[in-house]
């Protein structure tokens, strides 16, 4: 029942009149449906309802992950600051009530009282149809599922009704990890074929503007750009019933009213803000500010290593010898990152992100200058995205000082947002920061897209080393077939070769920032980075 | 008068297919690969491509061009990346939101600018002159965000008499059912007293903002033009006729001080609508100006086109109000066209 509706009746009840609600009635009621509303701002919203479809953009991924349902999910395990951090490792039933992993394949049998908003039960044909979109539909989706060998509409096989089994293409130990990310989401097959066109054969169109799904929430008003309305879902069998029973999500571009609106009590939940902002919030203390450590992600300079002065190895270590690295994590970041430098007396880790071993030293950075034949220097551009121009440009501007102290001329070349992704593409930016993240938790994924020969879109530096590709390919195989010695001497091997040769530098790790009133409880942090409401609770 | 009004139509004609051309070029001219942007952040080169081809980027531009004039002449403007929905839908939905704000913005401008410059006329010198000198100066050296900024801080942060700045209508109402789009007009018609009190209260700040910021043209011009007038020789004979100090003022003089007032308000009016851009971020306001903006960041074509295109029409229709309010305040002026 709607708020207004509920009013109308309660004050026809009460005053037998047709005359508005009396004061005490509505504070009452507006406090009722507050507490069970969770109210988040946040400066963008999305731009489609369905992770399928064409360019949805990251808010769009959080509708999806709470209005859809995937046959698995992560468990829980305690983070750092004991938030509850997702478990990379542990598995658990979403829409499947049991796994089997054999050999090559995967068996799933699904809940038989799970239904999707509409009423219809899931079936393994839901499953089937949803899975072969994911990989048919092209573009992000189709690429996420191939990235844990998932590409083939035959490998989902449906066995009855309620059962349905995966097929490996070949051992890949990230194909279960896969099929929990954001991208494999069960679709209601029969609703959204019957909304379907000819041009529109995974109905595309219309999961863009509904959610179609068995999550425990459904989308009941979005005007884009401005709000998101979601209902809790009261037959959802995916997991306990959430305690929200509503969310109402706002876009506030403005950062400094988002902040205004936390203080005052007026929203519940945000993120999205400037630094400076979260670590004024933190030392305040009226509000919980969580920050937490992107899981396999890190803020680097990097270094287009196929022309000159970059291809040659001592000018990188040169640069990565005069980055003011503890300058940016005080001036640019105040603090909410992990460094990511001057870890020289620590033996390398199986494990990433990790610091790597250089320092701040201008002598170093000058000897090694001049063994490579720039003793004077030389002029460069370092580049970065206007999207994240907070961090970026303070950050540009302490590596032109610093760099300047070498004789090393930097122009700063801010690129629009709409125009990064090209420019990354293109490959031909001499010196950049960026940030790379994977979905996935393993070093061997971060290597495989950041320094593989195989060029992808990530490894912006054009890196190409035969010995690397063998380390990477070689950690692999490794853990796929189970062979932890080979495995780790793989990893030790690739982090080593990637601190030596520095085609990038890393920074740090950056945080997600979450600040939300002290009576919310049940943050959780997902690889994605966006809120979960099913665990959240109010009061 | 009506064909007047036909021919003075005709004649926006060729300058709207100007502009139709001119926005198709530079957005195609403007930096950054929609494809690329919108494949994602992990998008492989093919997946580029497979996208660019969804969205026939890779055809030649002529025919993009022709595409995209006929689907105008069938009124579709085309769909929105970034927010995913058709472009006319979502100017017709935020339109009257920026509408709304700036008509009342211009309102309370105007409700304090003309008689503050009339006061000021008729008292040069006086501290009602200073007074209306500080206060435009001030208005119009504060940059309108940072009044927003001001006052939102002031009046919602510090002291909690204004309502969140979240928008049209606190976030626990129901928008009316849309009749005119204008909330104050709609939740009468819905007679619903509580949300026009709502849509009212979340209208106040920006709408002060946008008023201090168009005082200073207003307010300007309003005594300029009736210090000129007051000096005129019929001013002086109808003073000297014995007329009350009152009808020379507001019947002979302010009349006739009116029409470079009005070109100055349909100014203001057009730039408000366009420049309200800040306005709306400062306060979450879903209007047109924003919408227009975040699509240019994102090099999303279809709502700039859209945006440049309805913004013609609203000046060419605009302009032709103004020419026909002249004739009405002054009968000599002709519509001519």
Not at chain 1, 167 to 174: A, G, M, N, P, S
Not at chain 1, 225 to 253: A, C, F, Q, S
Request: with cysteine; net charge neutral.
């Amino acid at each position: 029942m709607k708020r207004r509706d509920f009013l109308k009746s309660v004050s026809g009840l009460a005053a037998g009149a047709a005359l508005p609600a009396m004061p005490s009635v509505i504070s009452s009621a507006k406090a009722d449906a507050r507490s069970e509303t969770l109210l988040i701002v946040s400066e963008g919203g999305p731009n489609n309802l369905d992770i399928h479809g064409i360019g949805t953009n990251v808010p769009g991924y959080e509708v999806s992950w709470n209005c859809y349902d995937r046959l698995i999910s992560h468990e829980m395990k305690s983070g750092p600051g004991g938030v509850p951090y997702y478990d990379r490792d542990k598995f658990k039933g979403e829409l499947a009530d049991d796994m089997k992993i054999d050999d090559m394949s995967v068996t799933f049998k699904l809940k038989k009282n799970a239904k999707f908003h509409d009423g219809a039960p899931v079936t393994a044909k839901d499953v089937k149809w949803s899975l072969d979109r994911a990989v048919s539909v092209g573009g992000f989706p189709t690429f996420q599922m191939s990235a844990g060998s998932l590409t083939k509409a035959e490998q989902f096989v449906v066995v009855d009704d309620h059962t349905v089994r995966v097929d490996f293409l070949k051992k890949d130990k990230l194909t279960i990890p896969d099929l929990a990310v954001i991208v494999p989401c069960i679709v209601n097959s029969e609703l959204v074929k019957k909304n379907a066109s000819e041009n529109d054969p995974w109905g595309l169109e219309f999961t863009k503007q509904q959610t179609a799904g068995s999550g425990a929430y459904k989308v009941t008003k979005w005007t884009a750009g401005t709000e998101v309305i979601m209902e809790r879902n009261e037959d959802w069998v995916g997991g306990p019933l959430p305690k929200i029973k509503r969310v109402i999500w706002r876009m506030v571009p403005q950062a400094g009213n988002r902040r205004a609106l936390l203080e005052r009590g007026d929203a519940d939940i945000s993120y999205e803000l400037p630094f400076k902002d979260f670590q004024e919030m933190k030392a305040n203390g009226k509000l919980n500010v969580v920050s937490l450590p992107f899981s396999n992600g890190i803020q680097y300079i990097g270094m287009n290593v196929t022309k000159p002065p970059f291809d040659n190895v001592k000018v990188r270590q040169a640069i990565a010898y005069a980055l003011p690295y503890q300058k940016i994590m005080d001036a640019v970041l105040f603090g909410l990152g992990n460094p990511m430098f001057g870890a020289k007396d620590k033996a390398t880790e199986v494990a990433w992100p990790q610091p790597h071993k250089y320092n701040t030293d201008m002598e170093k950075a000058k000897a090694l200058l001049a063994e490579a034949g720039y003793a004077n220097g030389f002029e460069t551009t370092i580049s970065f995205d206007l999207n994240f121009a907070g961090v970026n440009e303070p950050l540009c501007v302490l590596v032109q000082e610093s760099l300047a102290q070498l004789g090393i001329k930097t122009t700063i070349n801010k690129v629009p947002g709409a125009n990064w992704r090209t420019e990354l593409n293109k490959k031909e930016m001499p010196l950049f920061t960026n940030v790379f993240s994977g979905w996935l938790d393993y070093p061997e994924y971060f290597f495989y897209w950041c320094y593989h020969g195989n060029n992808s879109v990530f490894n912006t530096m054009s890196y190409k080393s035969a010995a690397m590709d063998k380390f990477i390919d070689g950690a692999r195989t490794a853990a796929a077939t189970g062979d932890k010695a080979t495995y780790d001497a793989d990893v030790k091997g690739f982090v080593d070769l990637a601190f030596a040769d520095v085609p990038r530098i890393p920074l740090y790790q950056p945080f997600v920032n979450v600040a939300m009133q002290k009576n919310i409880s049940g943050y959780q942090y997902w690889f994605h980075r966006r809120l979960d409401y099913r665990a959240m609770a109010k009061g | 008068m009506l064909t007047m009004i036909g021919k003075r139509l005709m004649f926006a004609i060729p300058s709207l297919i100007g502009v139709v051309i001119v926005t198709f070029l530079l957005t195609r001219a403007l930096p950054g690969d929609p494809a690329a942007y919108f494949a994602g952040p992990a998008a492989t080169k093919e997946a580029v491509e497979q996208i660019r081809k969804k969205l026939g980027f890779d055809k030649p531009l002529i025919e993009q061009f022709f595409r995209y004039a006929n689907d105008l002449a069938h009124g579709d403007f085309g769909n929105s990346l970034t927010t995913g929905q058709p472009v006319a839908t979502e100017i017709r939905n935020r339109l009257p939101a920026s509408a709304e704000l700036t008509l009342l913005g211009l309102f309370v401008s105007v409700a304090i600018a003309i008689p503050l410059g009339v006061l000021a006329a008729t008292r040069p010198g006086s501290w009602i002159d200073h007074l209306c000198r500080i206060t435009t100066t001030a208005g119009v050296s504060l940059p309108v965000f940072f009044t927003g900024l001001v006052l939102v801080y002031v009046f919602y942060f510090r002291l909690g008499w204004s309502p969140a700045p979240l928008g049209r209508l606190d976030v626990f109402y129901s928008a009316p059912p849309t009749v005119t789009g204008f909330y104050l007009i709609d939740t009468l018609i819905a007679r619903d007293l509580e949300a026009f009190r709502s849509a009212l209260s979340q209208l106040i700040l920006p709408a002060t903002t946008l008023a201090i910021f168009s005082l200073a043209p207003i307010a300007r011009m309003t005594r300029a033009s009736m210090l000129a007038v007051l000096a005129s020789e019929f001013v002086r004979t109808a003073r000297a006729s014995g007329l009350s100090p009152a009808t020379v003022i507001v019947t002979y003089a302010f009349r006739n001080a009116m029409l470079p007032v009005i070109t100055t308000l349909s100014m203001v009016f057009s730039f408000l609508l366009g420049a309200n851009v800040l306005v709306e971020k400062v306060f979450a306001w879903p209007g047109i100006g924003s919408y227009a903006v975040e699509a240019l960041i994102s090099s999303d074509f279809a709502p700039v086109q859209g945006f440049v295109l309805t913004m013609a029409v609203m000046y060419v229709l605009l302009n032709l109000v103004i020419d026909i309010l002249y004739g009405v305040i002054d009968p000599r002026v002709r519509l001519e066209g």
